[in-house]
């Protein structure tokens, strides 16, 4: 498993934008898929976007499609999930997951972080 940090989270306004960042403690993740997920309150923990491992083919959730994008940095070894046009239903703990098996990612990854915060207000 990856120990993994991610950053970039907090208190925003209807509209606005942000971008989180998730990085892994120790090593760094070579051709690992990686992925987002997000967990609202009182809701279960749904699959955001993700990327493969080996060729970078990009995987969304219908509804997140337009307004959040994913990335690898060029050293492959951060990904960003940039948020734009926030609303206060994407209110929720981001968390960050990674998995050698691209066929999982959206679904059962192995590691995953600790989470950030994300609260956006009407």
């Known amino acids: 498993q990856v120990q993994l940090v991610e950053t970039g989270g907090g208190l925003v306004q209807a509209g606005a934008s942000l971008r989180l960042s998730c990085s892994p403690s120790?090593?760094?993740?070579?051709?690992?898929?990686m992925g987002w997920f997000r967990q609202a309150p009182g809701k279960e923990r749904e699959f955001v976007a993700a990327i493969s491992g080996s060729t970078d083919t990009i995987y969304y959730k219908d509804s997140m499609k337009g307004r959040f994008t994913i990335s690898r940095g060029n050293a492959k070894n951060t990904v960003y999930l940039q948020m734009d046009s926030l609303k206060p239903e994407d209110t929720a703990i981001y968390y960050c997951?990674?998995?050698?098996?691209?066929?999982?990612?959206?679904?059962?990854?192995?590691?995953w972080g600790q989470g950030t915060q994300v609260t956006v207000s009407s």
């Open positions: 120790g090593r760094t993740l070579g051709t690992y898929a």
């Open positions: 997951a990674a998995d050698p098996e691209d066929t999982v990612i959206a679904t059962t990854p192995i590691s």
